[in-house]
């Protein structure tokens, strides 16, 4: 299965998800070149957040979504958009039907290497995989000290988020670059903690956990805002990596 269960809790949060979960930056255009009438597949989209940018990229784009509350979003804010219920090991589109493949803040859901096999056998040959993560900049000392009230102590059921996406020697990508892009998002206090509610290690969290979460969030961010407001640093980062040509 592509998602574990709790990857699949992001549906009962759908509707904040959507609200205050980051979209890309406008200067993440520079990752995938000309997209004017090309077939993109977006794979793990949620509400899609990255799926209007593309829209406005001039990309035909379809999405493969497992959840069913978050592709509903997702259609009802794109309509136009084909959107397919589906998970990644088991892409649900034929062979050889796309130029791009694009992954947002979901590579480290699928299961290897069934999830790459199967974006190999969608995209034409020299099509292009791009796995991008788009969240804070750990780099800096007190968003890193908030990005680690998002998980519990020991709790096994996390799943790592990385950077880069790496493959096999059996793979048939050749990755072509490692991308990063710093930019900052202007945030409210309040916009912040509703933030953190859409983290699948505060979803499972009893209520009394998220409240205890809430008032800590609270007590960090109101002395560092400025009229109730926050600049918060954050990265887009990730691997663009191109479809061998087939034998």
């Known amino acids: 299965m592509a998602y574990d269960q709790r990857g ?4 009962s949060v ?5 609200q205050f979960r980051p979209g890309p930056p406008a200067s ?8 004017t009438g090309r077939d993109v597949l977006e794979v793990g989209a949620g509400t ?4 209007r940018f593309l829209l406005e990229l001039g990309a035909v784009v379809t999405v493969v979504e497992p959840d069913d509350d978050m592709r509903a979003v997702l259609v009802r804010r794109s309509p136009d958009v084909h959107a397919i219920q589906g998970a ?6 034929g062979d050889r039907s796309f130029d791009t493949v ?9 299961e290897q290497p069934d999830a790459t096999n199967e974006m190999a056998r969608v995209l034409r040959d020299h099509g292009h995989l791009v796995v991008l993560w788009n969240g804070f900049s750990c780099d800096v000392p007190w968003i890193a000290s908030l990005v680690a009230l998002r998980e519990r102590a020991g ?9 880069s996406a790496e493959f096999s020697t059996e793979s048939s990508f050749d990755i072509e670059r490692h991308v990063e892009l710093k930019w900052e998002w202007t945030r409210t206090v309040e916009e912040m903690i509703a933030l953190f509610g859409t983290y699948s290690g505060v ?5 009394d956990d998220r409240r205890e979460l809430q008032d800590e969030l609270r007590r960090r961010l109101e002395p560092i805002a400025v009229n109730g407001v926050v600049q918060v640093p954050m990265t887009v980062r990730g691997t663009i990596a191109k479809r061998r040509a087939r034998s």
């Not at 993440?28 to 997209?35: H, I, R, V």
């Not at 709790?155 to 950077?163: I, L, S, T």
Request: proline fraction near 4%.
């Open 8 to 11: 699949l809790k992001f549906g």
């Open 203 to 207: 979803i499972i969290q009893s209520d």
């Open 88 to 93: 990644a090991e088991s892409l649900p589109v």
């Open 48 to 51: 899609g957040k990255w799926t």
């Open 155 to 163: 709790d096994e059921g996390k799943r790592p988020r990385g950077w």
């Open 102 to 110: 694009l992954v947002s803040s979901a590579w480290h859901w699928f």
């Open 28 to 35: 993440a255009a520079e990752f995938f070149g000309d997209l």
């Open 14 to 18: 759908a509707e904040q998800y959507d």
